[in-house]
């Protein structure tokens, strides 16, 4: 068992909201990545935040956003929705940020922009 | 920039036969090479990583990975399937000049014929 959970599980919105996801990493690791899984793709780099402070960022453009929190919790924030950010959303937390360190992965957000 | 090629979208075998799951990454410089499963409705689990040492590399539920850099290949084997290996596997690959982003293949759907 990971340990990592994602809420919400399901979610749906409209073109132009805001969504915020939710992650709880497993205790201890100071390390939360998000990643953005579209249909019958792998997984694309988001960001990656390291006790609390952006730590590398994939191409994703700034209304993509998060947050850690020191409770281990933290956030992906996605404003302007637009029908291309329908995917499968996956937080994945890790000791440290090198390749040492696994990545557990939490069972994911799926978000559906109408 | 670094890119992951998974030759097969779908591969179907028969229970208990042998299986290879093939991953192409297009840099030669130092990386490190992982394999994901994803079942249905969970999250990804770690398989298997190559860091550095033997280029055989074995791991969770009797699967093992052979890293070749002359051919840049890292490709899934297992002797024998079971149906429990229906899933979809990832091929990823992380170097430090990324400060070890992850980058992912677009996966690969075992699918085990009774």
């Known amino acids: 068992e990971t340990g990592v959970t994602q809420s919400p599980t399901h979610l749906i919105k409209t073109r132009g909201q805001q969504v915020t996801l939710r992650c709880s990493s497993q205790s201890g690791h100071n390390t939360v990545s998000w990643y953005q899984q579209a249909l019958g793709q792998g997984p694309q780099f988001i960001f990656q935040y390291y006790r609390e402070e952006e730590n590398g960022r994939g191409n994703f453009p700034p209304r993509f956003s998060g947050l850690q929190f020191p409770n281990y919790s933290s956030e992906l924030n996605v404003n302007a929705l637009e029908l291309d950010d329908s995917a499968l959303y996956l937080c994945?937390?890790?000791?440290?940020?090198?390749?040492?360190?696994?990545?557990?992965f939490g069972p994911g957000t799926r978000l559906l922009v109408l | 920039a670094q890119s992951v090629t998974q030759l097969d979208s779908q591969v179907p075998v028969f229970e208990e036969a042998p299986v290879e799951l093939r991953c192409n990454y297009s840099?030669?410089?130092?990386?490190?090479l992982f394999w994901y499963v994803q079942y249905p409705n969970q999250g990804l689990q770690l398989l298997l990583k190559?860091?550095?040492?033997s280029t055989l590399v074995k791991g969770i539920n009797g699967f093992e990975a052979e890293f070749n850099k002359s051919q840049t290949s890292f490709h899934l084997r297992k002797p024998s399937v079971h149906i429990s290996d229906t899933a979809e596997y990832f091929c990823a690959v992380s170097e430090r000049s990324s400060n070890y982003q992850l980058i992912w293949g677009a996966g690969t759907k075992l699918i085990i014929k009774p």
């Open positions: 994945a937390s890790s000791l440290g940020q090198g390749p040492l360190d696994t990545q557990y």
């Open positions: 840099s030669s410089v130092s990386v490190y």
């Open positions: 190559y860091l550095s040492g």
